[in-house]
């Protein structure tokens, strides 16, 4: 059963047509950069994969069960070691993705490269969009269009705020003639994996099948009036994914103790050093260390995993310990293909 505040059809050419967790382990050595949105500053690519590793030790991978992959952990600034903010649920071998930033196609190929079969790119065709930054929706045409070019027969199933059904209508538009010439050429492409189906979604259940419930919350994104955080429920897990968000009392009433917290953050002392204007921009936008550790504390997550981390200039550890200074909780810092 597939739940949706709304659904659209399929498109032609040119139109849109879990138990209490810990990390399990990492997939590469990928390294994070103390970079900031607007303000990134590079960290030497080993000493971070050293950190990585110490933050959560390889096993092997399970094939049953639920996991979560962090696809891309970045920000707006293009840092080759974090790629644009995308997570993958895995469960029972079906991947379901939230956001599709820079990158989130060959971060999908690298995790099905190193052990986690269900991101294989032509398996890719479920997506929840928090909201319609760019930095979390530019990989939505490769998205659209690589997993088809490698032979997805199934549509892209997307699933986002009002304004998603536009922005894949103008992408599908926008690439008609890729479309079209791969369709009427030389080249034996299928008739249907470039489709589109899109589901503009209300606050509420919008999607449930064998697998997995999953319940979409409104979160406070600044001067977006929509833009959603997402909460996963399995057989074996639940996770809640933040977006991107200022403090809300919807990241404590979605997690109530769940297995994995997915939460966007930025550095609190590092946010002192920032000019007005950017201080006035990160206050409404998103959540600092301080006011994470407040909501973890009433949240209670098994284990708080940091994404889109704004540092500015600080490191991964200091970020950590001014967690640890409001909650005694298991934090991680998140790191591109990690899987917990």
């Known amino acids: 059963m597939r739940i949706a505040g709304g659904a659209g059809a ?49 096993t092997d991978q399970p094939t049953a069960g639920t996991r979560l992959v962090l696809l891309g952990t970045g920000t707006p600034n293009p840092d080759p070691d974090r790629s644009g903010p995308a997570v993958a649920v895995v469960v029972n071998g079906e991947p379901y993705l939230v956001d599709a930033g820079p990158g989130v196609v060959r971060r999908a190929a690298a995790a099905a490269g190193r052990g986690v079969e269900a991101l294989e790119v032509d398996r890719l065709r479920t997506v929840f969009i928090t909201h319609l930054h760019s930095d979390h929706t530019l990989g939505l045409p490769d998205l659209i269009f690589t997993p088809w070019v490698l032979e997805r027969t199934a549509p892209l199933e997307v699933y986002g705020p009002p304004g998603v059904r536009a922005m894949v209508e103008h992408l599908s538009e926008a690439y008609s003639e890729d479309v079209r010439i791969r369709l009427e050429g030389l080249e034996p492409a299928n008739r249907s994996g470039y489709r589109v189906i899109a589901h503009e979604v209300e606050p509420g259940v919008v999607f449930q099948d064998a697998n997995v419930r999953v319940t979409a919350f409104a979160v406070s994104h600044g001067s977006w009036e929509h833009a959603y955080g997402y909460r996963f429920e399995t057989a074996d897990r639940t996770i809640v994914v933040s977006g991107d968000t200022a403090p809300t009392e919807a990241i404590v009433e ?16 590092a946010f002192e050093g920032r000019e007005a204007i950017w201080q006035r921009y990160h206050a409404s936008f998103h959540t600092s260390s301080a006011e994470l550790a407040k909501l973890a504390e009433r949240a209670r997550p098994g284990v708080l ?9 600080s490191s991964p550890e200091e970020l950590l310990a001014e967690i640890r200074r409001g909650w005694d909780g298991d934090v991680r810092f998140g790191r591109d293909l990690q899987v917990y």
């Open 305 to 313: 995993v940091l994404y889109h981390q704004l540092l500015w200039g």
């Open 254 to 269: 979605a997690c109530r103790g769940c297995d994995v917290l997915v939460h966007e953050v930025y550095s609190a002392s």
């Open 10 to 58: 399929a498109y032609r050419p040119g139109m849109i047509s879990f138990h209490r967790c810990c990390a399990v382990a990492i997939l590469s050595a990928a390294a994070a950069c103390s970079s900031g949105e607007h303000a990134a500053t590079a960290t030497a690519g080993a000493a971070m994969a050293g950190a990585a590793m110490a933050d959560a030790p390889a």
